[in-house]
């Protein structure tokens, strides 16, 4: 083990939470020690997380409540797993079912570990020790909802895990398509965004990571109500959206991806199978067809202005029909 020297340490906040200062030395990966460093640590103790599974009705259960920190950046309250401090004497597990029967109301028929880990090693030590819990409606004791002598006020969600599984996934791609999304906004002088099928808004994330930000920004998809109906832009993003549309309601889809196109949409296709299966035993894509069965379709209120292949797929830059001018 690596040599670690403390010279000094000082509590700098001594409250609900706690900030430590600590002046140290470690060894290099050279075999030398470094010069003495200042670093702080958050220290709030460590907590247990759990997502609740209903097998029997094909349901995970959500919590949502408000949570000060994350007002600024996220409007304060957020869907979450159920989730507490570990109290003193208290083992992860023996924490986590505790949590559930306050927030969710459930006395655990099971309970599995998944994972430990620093959620933000730089600057804490708290450790995560997560959780799956197999709960059912029979082991239901009350609505749940908090404690009332903590403030809390908290909803309990259900959520089919298809729809939750979706989710959790939505968005991945963006991120590998956010590079030439940059370039299409830089080229086009692009004022204004909107992400059909935004998921967990990695496409924003993605292009504020290539370093832009100027830009006005609509996300929309059904799985985020929170986000509102889709909103007209300059460029339309429809990135691994459409193989998982329903076959029946592709033409629908379509018509409005063209109706809130201003100048330009930005679509990506999957045209391979997925990973994922749906519970009802059909792939997640739910239409796996060439380029060349997409092509007609998209002609139908698209023109196609610039088409490349990618992995399992293609991308194609578009611009809506207009009506012909009359004379």
């Given amino acids: 083990m690596p040599r ?10 001594d409250d609900f939470f706690k900030v430590d200062e600590v002046c140290l030395r470690f060894e290099r990966f050279d075999g030398t020690m470094s010069a003495v460093v200042r670093r702080l640590n958050f220290e ?6 759990a997502l609740l599974v209903n097998v029997e009705r094909g349901i995970v259960y959500l919590v949502q409540q408000f949570m000060c920190p994350t007002l600024e950046k ?30 969710a109301g459930f006395t655990v028929e099971a309970v599995e570990p998944i994972a430990s880990f620093f959620v933000s090693p730089g600057g804490s030590s708290e450790r995560i020790f997560l959780f799956a819990a ?36 939505a968005g991945v791609a963006s991120l590998t398509f956010a590079p030439i999304v ?56 429809c990135i691994d959206v459409l193989e998982h549309i329903e076959p029946e309601c592709l033409d629908a889809v379509l018509d409005d991806l063209c109706a809130i196109t201003v100048k330009r949409g930005f679509f990506s296709v999957h045209c391979e199978p997925a990973v994922k299966v749906l519970t009802d035993g059909r792939n997640a894509h739910l239409i796996q067809k060439p380029s060349s069965w997409w092509l007609p379709r998209l002609c139908r209120s698209f023109e196609i202005k610039h088409l490349e292949t990618s ?17």
């Fill in 182 to 237: 940059k370039e299409v906004v830089q080229a086009f002088k692009v004022r204004s965004i909107s992400d059909y099928g935004a998921g967990k808004q990695n496409l924003l994330r993605g292009l504020n990571e290539q370093g832009l930000a100027d830009f006005e920004y609509y996300p929309y998809d059904p799985a985020f109500p929170e986000y509102g109906a889709p909103w007209p832009a300059d460029l339309v993003c």
């Fill in 311 to 327: 992995p399992g797929g293609f991308w194609t830059l578009v611009e809506p029909q207009r009506p012909a001018a009359a004379a």
């Fill in 74 to 103: 996220a409007g304060g309250w957020l869907d979450t797993v159920v989730a507490g401090m570990i109290d003193a004497g208290e083992t992860p597990e023996q924490a986590i079912r505790r949590e559930i029967v306050e927030e």
């Fill in 134 to 169: 197999l709960v059912s409606d029979a082991a239901r004791t009350s609505a749940g909802g908090g404690l009332a002598i903590e403030n809390e006020d908290i909803k309990v969600m259900e959520w089919p895990i298809d729809a939750f599984l979706a989710r959790v996934i």
């Fill in 44 to 49: 709030r103790g460590d907590a247990a997380a």
């Fill in 4 to 13: 670690v020297e403390v010279i000094s340490r000082k509590r700098l906040l």
